[in-house]
């Protein structure tokens, strides 16, 4: 029996022009290279210029996902935008970026679940477009992490930086196969007993500051590989597959360690692991796009590749998905 399914189009990336290395830092605080990249990977991430804020990222990267896709603007009528770094209060930064891409029709909200917003995001726009309510949707991760660290603390400026990616999803009738085309399935998971081992330090409704990222790094790295695993299990259960089918494992890249962790509990070989953590850092919501696109664009995704998304974050929040390309 058909079925409709979100099938993605396109996908686009921005990251913002200046690079700030791990020597860069060094410089500033008590950190070295070495620390950085052997317990984290990441070598150098992208910081957004004074005045370039997360809508601009945002709208940028829609604007290449949109051409990446060959459609118009205005056959989108539903906007997700997963931030925790969004440029006011409110509005929600998507209408700034429904407003900078000319489109005043459907509908345009920002999503916040920290580092696995993008999951998140995915998976209500997929329900969004199943439920028949919509048709074409923009789903963007972007992020301006530089603006809310606290820059003399070395145990979390190093891991973060700045960028967006997008993709664009449509509502389309598929056979109602496990070869189907789109997103497969979504699982989400937050507990918030965990809330104050990653959090910022402010925020309107509790001290009307933006506030500072916090972290007890520690703990969050002792239950992200068994979270992640957790949520993947589901997603192969399911579907019926297992970590064989998978074509690219293409994770929130927080730490390769626990990526690497991670790919070796599932029994997912090293060579179907996208990892671009050492060149982006962890750039929260928009790791998981940034990922996918540069896979894309390199020729290692191809049609009919089926990919494994995770995320785990703040909250602590966690999700899966299964995507055929
Ligand atoms: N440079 C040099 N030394 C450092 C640095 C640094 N940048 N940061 C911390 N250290 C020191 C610490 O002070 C400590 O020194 P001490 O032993 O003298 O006290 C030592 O290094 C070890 O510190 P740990 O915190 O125990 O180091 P660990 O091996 O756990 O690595 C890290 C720290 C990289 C943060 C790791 O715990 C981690 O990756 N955690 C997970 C973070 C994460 O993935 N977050 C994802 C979610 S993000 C989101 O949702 C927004």
């Not at 990977?41 to 990267?61: M, P, Q």
């Not at 896709?69 to 970026?97: E, H, K, R, Y």
């Not at 992020?143 to 809310?148: G, V």
């Not at 179907?272 to 940034?290: C, E, F, Q």
């Amino acid at each position: 029996m058909t079925m409709t399914r979100s099938v993605v189009l396109g996908c686009g990336s921005y990251l913002p022009e200046k690079v700030l290395t791990n020597a860069e830092l060094a410089a500033k605080v008590d950190t070295s290279d070495e620390w950085i990249v052997q317990r984290t990977g990441i070598r150098e991430r992208h910081i957004a210029a004074e005045g370039e804020f997360t809508s601009h990222l945002a709208i940028k990267a829609a604007q290449a996902a949109l051409a990446d896709a060959g459609v118009d603007a205005q056959s989108i009528d539903l906007i997700v935008l997963a931030t925790s770094t969004p440029d006011n209060t409110f509005p929600a930064s998507a209408v700034a970026v429904q407003n900078g891409l000319g489109i005043n029709h459907g509908a345009a909200f920002d999503l916040q679940a920290v580092c696995s917003g993008f999951v998140f995001a995915l998976a209500t726009a997929d329900s969004l477009l199943r439920s028949g309510n919509f048709r074409r949707a923009l789903v963007i991760g972007a992020e301006t992490f530089s603006r809310i660290l606290d820059w003399s603390d070395r145990g979390t400026c190093v891991l973060f930086g700045d960028g967006a990616g997008a993709i664009v999803l449509d509502a389309q009738q598929q056979p109602g196969a496990p070869s189907d085309r789109g997103v497969l399935t979504t699982h989400l998971r937050s507990d918030g007993r965990h809330k104050a081992k990653l959090f910022v330090d402010g925020g309107p409704s509790s001290t009307q500051t933006v506030g500072h990222l916090r972290m007890e790094g520690r703990e969050v790295f002792k239950h992200a590989v068994g979270m992640i695993t957790d949520v993947i299990v589901d997603a192969f259960n399911a579907t019926g597959t297992s970590a064989e089918d998978v074509d690219w494992f293409i994770p929130h890249q927080a730490n390769k360690r626990i990526i690497d962790a991670s790919a070796h509990k599932l029994h997912i070989a090293p060579q179907k692991v996208v990892l671009t953590v050492d060149r982006h850092g962890n750039t929260s919501a928009a790791s998981i796009p940034l990922a996918l696109c540069t896979a894309v664009a390199d020729g290692r995704v191809k049609r009919g590749d089926l990919l494994l998304l995770e995320a785990m974050g703040g909250g602590f929040t966690w999700g899966s998905a299964l995507v055929r390309w």
